[in-house]
């Protein structure tokens, strides 16, 4: 299948400053990305959809100033937590496709774990 | 508005024994449903991913079957190993196509 790779897989953080989390797609182009969150033992929470070169769509209760997604080329898009709090701690999850997801399997990275101290 | 539901939410087997795992939706006008594997702290691996036109998907020892008419999809893992052990969620397309909706997830021990 194809691969989705997500940079970093942990991160530490101080209360109050951003962090910029990466989604690459390393093989194939990546049309729509979708940026999850997860809480402990729960399934994924779909925070927002980004299309290459427009802006993301979110998801409802989802802040758009404190979740900054950017999606400027084919094979990456960018989510940065500004002014971090320790309730953002989470686990966050990018997902990439070229197409539908009708059409075509949806491919995930691995992951990253923030924890806002 | 899709539901998709995933019971039970956990699961202990003897290593050999086969699995079944279920995967329950409530808009059978589904146009795919896709399992995936996570490992604790890790990302979602594709194990299978079954058209709406297809009644079942087979992949070594893993084969999941769709029926739409009555809204459910079940992995089977045969001869489970320890290393079976983590996570399975099934998450299906939305009306749109767009997004995916994921059940709650079996997680799955197989005991040495």
């Given at each position: 299948g194809a691969v989705v790779s997500q940079h970093p897989s942990w991160v530490i953080c101080k209360s109050g400053t951003s962090v910029k989390i990466e989604c690459r797609s390393l093989d194939f182009q990546a049309t729509t990305m979708f940026w999850y969150r997860q809480f402990p033992k729960q399934s994924l929470m779909l925070m927002a959809t980004s299309n290459e070169g427009s802006k993301a769509t979110y998801e409802q209760g989802v802040e758009k100033d404190k979740f900054l997604i950017n999606h400027a080329s084919l094979t990456l898009s960018t989510l940065t937590v500004t002014s971090a709090h320790p309730e953002d701690s989470s686990f966050y999850i990018c997902s990439a496709s070229n197409n539908l997801l009708r059409d075509t399997e949806a491919f995930f990275g691995q992951g990253t774990r923030l924890t806002v101290v | 508005k899709q539901e998709v539901t995933q019971i039970p939410a956990a699961l202990s087997v003897p290593e050999g024994e086969n699995l079944v795992l279920n995967c329950s939706f409530?808009?059978?006008?589904?146009?795919n449903l896709q399992w995936f594997r996570q490992d604790p702290g890790k990302g979602l691996t594709s194990l299978l991913l079954i058209q709406s036109s297809q009644r079942e998907q087979t992949s070594g020892r893993l084969n999941a079957s769709l029926d739409k008419s009555s809204g459910r999809s079940t992995l089977y893992i045969a001869a489970s190993q320890p290393g079976d052990s983590a996570t399975y969620l099934c998450a299906t397309p939305g009306a749109a196509g767009n997004k995916l909706t994921f059940g709650g997830g079996t997680r799955v021990l197989v005991k040495p």
């Open positions: - | 409530t808009d059978s006008a589904i146009y």
